[in-house]
């Protein structure tokens, strides 16, 4: 009888250890850890990265302590040190002292030791100091969420465990990995590597793709870094922002209020003469303006080198000529001007971009000197003989700012 009872408990605790005390199958727990990792990535890019870090969105207070509860228990993260380090990307960013730059690292590092490269910064008492003003300084952030911010991801474990067995302790490290591999690895290094631009922002943030219901719309980067107080990332009609819907849906429900969004640019009527209108909405629009006269540079290049072959100078200069001078590695500067010398169309086209920033660059000359220099450049675009160039200046004269 004891023999009995004993192999009935021992069965029953290896059941429990294989199922726990739910003994949900395989594919019932992958749904479920699916769910939860989204929340995760919900309460990053709504609480920590547009309300936090960049002040985009306010959130109700009890929105708020869900996220932090939240982001303590499965990542172990803290609002000041997150804060911290995204807003020291953006201020040093693609500098020696950006966090996690893979033009800086390098892709694989950031991509695979993002999490690494985090908590090392997070140790940088300068970067807390200078950066982590206006986070949370309560009783429970101080004695609870940062004084034992481990404690958060060790329960998960135990409940994970408790509640599905060996398959818990799966699923949670499914959880603990979410983070560290999907926004420490792959938006902050391939976000800076590999992908397309909507705007010529000053650094390399790309966007990975239109719809990334994964990550939250944080793959919408290089959007998100054209405009970093916007609360919403999408801007083009392809592209879809599932943290902007969430917003949407708390925002009528009285628990969040986005204060701003990125501007819209608008075409009308090509003005006779460009005036200090254009010249308004040029400047609101530099970026997305940039970002089209790249891909003209692009056209041009692909029709001035189609039947050349790719040498060292044409590969360089395909990626680097429609970028800030800046921008541009050392390396490259000698194959750029080779490319330059051989194609003076190319050459008029940097030569004519440069004279174009000029317009919000040269804080020196009054808004009145400004509005005749776009003048002169629209005229020179249109009679220079190239076809891309007068086709920019034509729609730099209809560019307007969306009402």
Known sequence: MVTFLDSAVFSSLLNWAAHGLLGWAWWQVLLLGLVLTHITIVSVTLYLHRHSAHRALDLHPAVQHFFRFWLWLTTGMTTKAWTAIHRKHHAKCEQAEDPHSPQIHGLRKVLWQGAELYRAEALNADTMARFGHGTPDDWIERH????????????LL?????LFGALGAALWAMQAGWIPFWAAGVVNGVGHYSGYRNFEAQDASTNLVPWGILIGGEELHNNHHTYPTSAKFSVKPYEFDVGWLYISVLSRLGLANAKKTAPRMALGEV???????TLEAIIAHRYELMAGYARHMREVFAQQTHSASRSGALQAARRWLHRDADKVPAAAVPQLAEARAAYPVLDKMVTMREELRQLWLNTGRTREQLVTDLQAWCRRAEESGIAALSEFSLKLRAVRVAG
Do not use: F, H, M
């Open 144 to 155: 609870l969420y940062s004084r034992y911010s481990v404690l958060g991801v060790s329960l």
């Open 271 to 277: 003005r006779p003469v460009a005036d200090e209108k």
């Open 158 to 162: 135990v409940i994970d465990v408790l």
